[in-house]
């Protein structure tokens, strides 16, 4: 089992950036697939990207690709979220999402395949 919390969310003006910290509590964090959610006012809960197990392979939504980047440091059990050229669409609360997997290069966007989350950090946009 593992428990993860969010931090570093806050208020940034359109262009910004910010960089999401999710640290992950247990043993064997290696074991899980990592991903990161996001849901604005109103929304539905929506993929922003995910990070495999193995680290080495990642994937993005279409909204953020090329401008945020998600990247894990198992021996330190962290996964992060830089976010730049932000733009006031992006404001949601963000959520850091784990799933146990035997797949080393395994990726995924469902917010059903996830079986940890974090209890979410606010990230406000302004024009």
């Known amino acids: 089992q593992v428990q993860l919390v969010e931090s570093g969310g806050g208020l940034v003006q359109a262009g910004g950036s910010l960089r999401l910290s999710c640290a992950a509590s247990g043993r064997t964090f290696s074991s899980y697939a990592m991903g990161w959610f996001r849901q604005a006012p109103g929304k539905e809960r929506e993929f922003v990207a995910a990070i495999s197990r193995s680290g080495s392979s990642t994937y993005y939504a279409d909204s953020v690709k090329d401008r945020f980047t998600i990247s894990g440091h198992n021996a330190k059990n962290m996964v992060y979220l830089q976010m730049s050229s932000l733009k006031p669409e992006d404001t949601a609360v963000y959520y850091c999402?784990?799933?146990?997997?035997?797949?080393?290069?395994?990726?995924?966007?469902?917010?059903?395949?996830?079986?940890?989350w974090g209890q979410g950090t606010q990230v406000t946009v302004s024009a």
């Open positions: 999402a784990g799933k146990l997997t035997t797949y080393y290069s395994g990726l995924y966007y469902d917010s059903y395949d996830y079986n940890y």
